[in-house]
């Protein structure tokens, strides 16, 4: 079936460096990715939608400076947390939409210190 | 606004008996509802989707029914397995908005052997 590659599992950066999270559909090609935070004991909220070869879409209340998202090719997106804070800590997700179903990235964890 | 709704947060059922989980959505303007299995720290696993013109899809021991007079969908599992033990998250997919997912909060099952 369709895999979708999320990378680095686990990152742990400083207050105020920025972290990229890559990810890749392995085996189709995803024109749309979405990304996904979830904060512990919580749902998946959507923060944006990655358009490959345009600007993402981010839901109400993201920040769309702060989460940089570049859905260069029809294989990858990335998702940059930039000026990192403690309180963006979180595990974060992405997919990618095939026929009927969508699949998920493995996660990030990311802990800001 | 919780626009799917997973009203229980946990549920222990016993090895061999039936597990059934719940969600309630407001919006009628889904396309079709999706079943996701979670483990911490990983991403959502698909298990079963059911499309809004249908009542019900099984695929072996999982059964997802739909009513949409109630707005209401279950998934049944059986006979439950101490493997099944995760989050499970319902998603319901909006027409024409791309193949976005909104979840629900997510329920834990505890299958106990």
Known sequence: GAVVSQHPSRVICKSGTSVK??????????????WYRQFPKQSLMLMATSNEGSKATYEQGVEKDKFL?????LTLSTLTVTSAHPED??????SARGKTE???GQGTRLTVV | DQQVKQNSP???VQEGRISILN???????????LWYKKYPAEGPTFLISISSIKDKNEDGRFTVFLNK???????HIVPSQPGD????????????QGGKLIFGQGTELSVKP
């Open chain 1, 89 to 94: 800590s979180s595990f974060y997700i992405c």
């Open chain 1, 102 to 104: 969508a699949f998920f």
């Open chain 2, 85 to 96: 033990s995760a989050v499970y998250f319902c998603a319901a997919v909006p027409y024409n």
């Open chain 1, 21 to 34: 999270i890559e990810c890749r559909s392995l085996d189709f090609q995803a024109t749309t990715m979405f």
């Open chain 2, 69 to 75: 007079s109630a707005k209401h969908l279950s998934l």
């Open chain 1, 69 to 73: 998202i570049n859905h260069a090719s």
């Open chain 2, 10 to 12: 946990s549920l222990s």
């Open chain 2, 23 to 33: 969600c309630d959505y407001t919006n009628s303007m889904f396309d079709y509802f």
